[in-house]
């Protein structure tokens, strides 16, 4: 009989009013202070983030400065602190990469994913894991975290918005639909501000009604995309996840002009190129399991040896030094040599290295930073670059 195959499980980590809340962090005097962080949009100061205090007295995102401090006049408003929001979220990538080496960065600097299976440890109880992950944000970046687990990332990314601050929603396997067709378009997943603004204008308020929409007038009204908002709708994922590619073996090699029996300089060519390949190991911050030494003879052919590893350098030199003497042993006139490290391990230190250097984690900070770039090119255009005071009276 055949085994069944792992059922994919996502859990995804969404860091609650991010920019707000390492800005309170920050400043303990703030503790429990509504906290609104701005941006310029269409020449308009707006809320670009809000903490929970801020919340709790109405003010959202994208409400204008002005109507944030009508509901609250003590509000303290700042600009976006670029470097402090990489620096959190540089932390917050390595903190879940301490617990899984499956995580995926989101399009965002506060959101990631987790890919669990039925083999994995966090399969039996993936809620316990989440809780576990939900702690460790609390103690160690004093940020709060809500958390969705599903079969997709889609309904996964809906589910975490379900319970704000900290909670923990989890959706059955099977039960995809019944939780998305009740939640506002606001919880789908990916949808745009204007899709959804016109879907509202055709009476399409939920996830729901919009899964029963034909995929003909989709596709009418929003082109190819039409089939994605469907798919979604119905909970399935449009893309694969794809994980960041990783080298799978460094090599350093080297022809020389004619073939030579000088062990003098054939020793000395090895030694060359392996130092090359360590280096670039070592950058890496990998450590591989082989070392592969290749050699080409008079006549064309290849000849190599290789030899085990352990994580010191004396094995390096040891087994290099083991494959060296085998091949000169073997071949009298070398035409070329090439020094190969095989089976690279990720060390503890690489993977979250790995995805801070991602696609979506960079273009996450392009779009923050030219969010934020927005106030100083409009006062640069006025003549004057204002400064904000520390505690944000907005200017």
Known sequence: MKPSPLIKRYIHVRLNSFLASIVERENPKLQGRPIVISEMHNNEERVLSCNIPAKKLGIQKGDTILQAKKRCTWVAVFPSDIELAKTYAKEFIALLCRFSTKVYPHNRLDEAYIELDVSGIAASSPEEFAATIQRSIKVQLGLNASIGIARTRSVAWSAALHKQPEGITSVPIGSERAFLYPLPLTQLYSLGQRSREYLLSHGIRTIGQLAACSSNWLV?????????????????????????????????????????????????????????????????????????????????????????????????????????????????????????????LETPQEQPNRVWQSQPVQSAILGLEWRSGQRARKAARSGSLVQLPLLGMSA
Do not use: C, W
Not at 226 to 249: A, C, F, M, R
Not at 258 to 287: C, D, F, M, W, Y
Not at 316 to 339: D, E, W
């Open 220 to 344: 009418e009204q929003f082109g190819s995309a039409g089939y994605e908002l469907l798919q979604l709708g119905h909970g399935q994922d449009i893309k694969e996840v794809k994980t960041p590619t990783l080298q799978k073996s460094i090599s350093r090699s080297l022809r020389f002009e004619a073939p030579t029996s000088n062990p003098a300089l054939i020793e000395t060519t090895v030694a060359h190129l392996s130092e090359k390949a360590l280096r670039t190991l070592q950058k890496q911050g990998r450590r591989a399991e082989t070392v592969v030494l290749q050699v080409t003879d008079i006549y064309g052919r290849s000849h190599q040896s290789h030899a085990k590893l352990s994580s010191s350098r004396n094995s390096f030199q040891k087994g290099l030094y083991s494959v060296f003497r085998h091949l000169t042993a073997q071949v009298s006139a070398i035409r070329s040599i090439a020094v190969q490290l095989h089976t690279l």
